[in-house]
Antibody, heavy 117, light 108 residues
């Protein structure tokens, strides 16, 4: 069965970086884009971008260009999302999700990133 | 960027009642590339509907999606206790992918 398992919660200081991982299993990793979505506490869902695991190509929402980097390691079927220059309003749950005809069928369990001095 | 506006923000209904949720786009959604997700507290979102009207695998037929262009609807024909949750629409026809702000379906 398809599973996306994310890394554990993080606490970071403002200005630091955080890298979240998303380990995929149960399907051919390079066949489906991985998307990243975040959800601030008590708020809605915000799409951040996607990575094509086959080519490594990426597409970021304009808001996150320059501060977010998505990568992957096909040898261990894992996608990564790094946010740099963290601010307090980057405090959120970060989800990875697997593409399904453009929508997001399979989701990771979420990784809470807390930015606090 | 396509802005999705969901209404109402919150709806209070009883089990067995019908729920009608609206999602309006600021411009036409390409190829009806519109999805609906359900999210319960403490859980990841789950896909209900894609392509505006296709149910995802194992989604009960009390959930149905309709609409095209700029106006879309999610209907829950008879609310079950497990259906009380927040629902989001999302368009994936153009970049950036965008979500609506959500509709909370709460127990009356």
């Amino acid at each position: 069965q398809v599973q996306l398992v994310q890394s554990g919660a993080e606490v970071k200081k403002p200005g630091a970086s955080v890298k979240v991982s998303c380990k995929a299993s149960g399907y051919t990793f390079i066949d489906y884009y991985i998307h990243w979505v975040r959800q601030a506490p008590g708020q809605g869902l915000e799409w951040m971008g996607w990575i094509n695991p086959k080519s490594g190509g990426t597409n970021y929402a304009q808001k996150f260009q320059g501060s977010v980097t998505m990568t992957r390691d096909t040898s261990i079927t894992t996608a990564y999302m790094e946010v740099s220059r963290l601010k307090s309003d980057d405090t959120a749950l970060y989800y990875c999700a697997r593409d399904f005809l453009g929508s997001f069928y399979f989701w990771g369990q979420g990784t809470l990133v807390t930015v606090s001095s | 960027e396509i802005v999705l506006t969901q209404s109402p923000g919150t709806v209070s209904l009883s089990p067995g009642e019908r729920a009608t949720l609206s999602c309006r786009a600021s411009q036409s959604v390409s190829r009806n590339s519109l999805a609906w997700y359900q999210q319960k507290p403490g859980h990841s979102p789950s896909l209900l509907i894609y392509g505006a009207s296709s149910r995802a695998t194992d989604i009960p037929d009390r959930f149905s999606g309709s609409g095209s262009g700029t106006d879309f609807t999610l209907t829950i024909s008879r609310l079950e206790p497990e259906d009380f949750a927040v629902y989001y629409c999302q368009q994936y026809g153009s970049s950036p992918r965008t979500f609506g702000q959500g509709t909370k379906v709460e127990i009356k």
